[in-house]
């Protein structure tokens, strides 16, 4: 099983560099981490009073391991989670916040478990986490990323602006998909045809 920092440091490799995307709500961004997380944390890395790009831009690959670990594995309580999950959810923790959280939260309550969808792990999600790990544990981390898969599906649907992150200019699978898909067994994959068939009504 891999530790924190070996899943954090490959969280920072699919995140990449910096970016600056006008389409993308997370604004600045470096190693993953956001302008907006860098203000919440006061991280003034170039100490002129204030966060801004130039800050994200000083960031290093070290300092975003360590905002991961810290901030999106650790305080959200993702470690006290069976550990076949910590991978998918840590990673989907870093790109979509307390979302990821919820996604397990609702996959939880069709599994049979009795949670609130509210976005933090507290005893009540954890211990039916557990339980349903403890039924199903060839099917949860599936069923997880599967529900990754089609949380990115729902927003590329509602927000035009954001499908180009779901679907290749090409037409294949886009970086949401093909991450969501990394911690699903390859037997759940979409074929092509399949993914083409769920896209269509793009246009």
């Given at each position: 099983m891999?530790?924190?920092r070996q899943i954090a440091e490959e969280?920072?490799?699919r995140e990449g560099g910096f970016v600056n995307d006008p389409d993308d709500p997370g604004g600045a961004t470096n190693f993953g981490v956001t302008i907006h997380t860098m203000r919440r944390l006061r991280?003034?890395?170039?100490?002129d009073g204030d966060v801004d790009v130039h800050d994200v831009r000083r960031l290093t690959r070290a300092q975003a391991v360590d905002i991961?670990?810290?901030h999106y594995f650790e305080r959200p309580r993702i470690a006290e989670l069976p550990a076949p999950l910590h991978a998918t959810v840590f990673d989907m923790y870093v790109n979509a916040g307390g979302s990821a959280v919820k996604i397990l939260q609702r996959l939880l309550n069709t599994m049979g478990q009795s949670v609130?969808?509210?976005g933090a792990l507290g005893p009540q999600s954890i211990g039916a986490a557990r339980a349903a790990y403890a039924a199903?544990?060839?099917h949860l981390v599936d069923a997880y990323g599967i529900a990754r898969r089609n949380y990115y599906f729902r927003i590329a649907d509602n927000r035009p602006a954001s499908r180009k992150y779901a679907r290749t200019r090409?037409?294949?699978k886009g970086g949401w998909i093909r991450r969501?898909?990394?911690f699903i067994a390859p037997r759940f994959h979409l074929t092509d045809a399949q993914f083409r068939e769920r896209v269509a009504a793009w246009g």
């Open positions: 891999q530790d924190v969280i920072v490799g991280l003034d890395l170039d100490r991961f670990v810290l609130t969808v509210d199903a544990p060839d090409a037409g294949g969501a898909e990394e």
